[in-house]
């Protein structure tokens, strides 16, 4: 999609958004350039929500001002990666996005906020650096112990040692439906295990099995950082 008409595309979607869900918001930006992540040069930002306040006693569209700005060359350089790349789709995901950030700015939360940290942390995962490894709980949880980070669910489940050595298969739910994969050869403190088999969109599935522990050795715990971390890929048995 050329400059010009993913333009009027950003713009015509804009437009067909509620205003009371453009309150505050100043107007639409559509910039030619790509703008890389300053970590991560690999990762393109699709867009940003721009936001400036303005002193006052409360918090209001009149105070909190903001533009959304989209980088056609961000689009494009993911575009060029990815053959099926969905343009519509994630010019559609990118602004309802920026806008959310708008939203929560006025309302004083950080839900998305905590999406972008999660992201962020997900990146430096696969990158094989130090990373969080609770990072998916700082994305938004959508049922109990079920977090969705981006396209990425993660159900979490806490494991007693003895009861998993014992355990031959590890069983969850997903959407009503229960299903079960083999037990993976250790627990460690924290594991992560890619669920193959079950269809979510452009996402993955991973359970996380979690060590339980007693709450002297939470008190005496040396933190997140030293963590016994595995990874494994199972296919599902329904």
């Not at 699709?46 to 700005?69: A, I, K």
């Not at 906020?113 to 650096?129: C, L, S, W």
């Not at 002297?216 to 048995?237: H, N, P």
């Amino acid at each position: 999609m050329d400059f010009d008409s993913f333009s009027r595309a950003a713009h015509e979607a804009f437009q067909s958004i509620p205003e009371e869900f453009r309150e505050g918001v100043d107007g639409l930006t559509v910039r030619s350039e790509a703008l890389p992540d300053p970590i991560y040069p690999t990762v393109f930002i699709l867009g940003q929500c721009l936001t400036e306040g303005y002193p006052s006693d409360w918090v209001g569209p009149d105070t909190l001002r903001s533009v959304v700005v989209l980088y056609h060359g961000s689009f494009k350089a993911l575009a060029r990666l990815d053959p099926e790349f969905d343009w519509e789709g994630e010019l559609w995901e990118t602004l309802t996005h920026e806008l959310r950030h708008h939203l929560e700015h006025l309302a004083d939360e950080d839900d998305l906020i905590g999406v972008d940290y999660a992201m962020a942390e997900a990146f430096k995962r696969e990158d094989g650096e130090v990373f969080d490894p609770f990072y998916y709980r700082s994305g938004i949880e959508v049922a109990s112990g079920i977090y969705q980070v981006e396209y990425d669910f993660f159900i979490e489940e806490e494991w007693d040692a003895a009861a998993f050595e014992s355990a031959d298969f590890i069983d969850f739910s997903w959407h009503g439906n229960r299903y079960r994969v083999s037990r993976p050869e250790v627990l460690g403190d924290l594991h992560y295990v890619w669920i193959h088999g079950i269809e979510i969109g452009p996402g993955n599935l991973q359970l996380v099995l979690i060590r339980k522990r007693s709450w002297m050795k939470r008190l005496t715990s040396g933190g997140a950082s030293d963590l016994e971390l595995f990874e494994s890929v199972r296919e599902i048995e329904r």
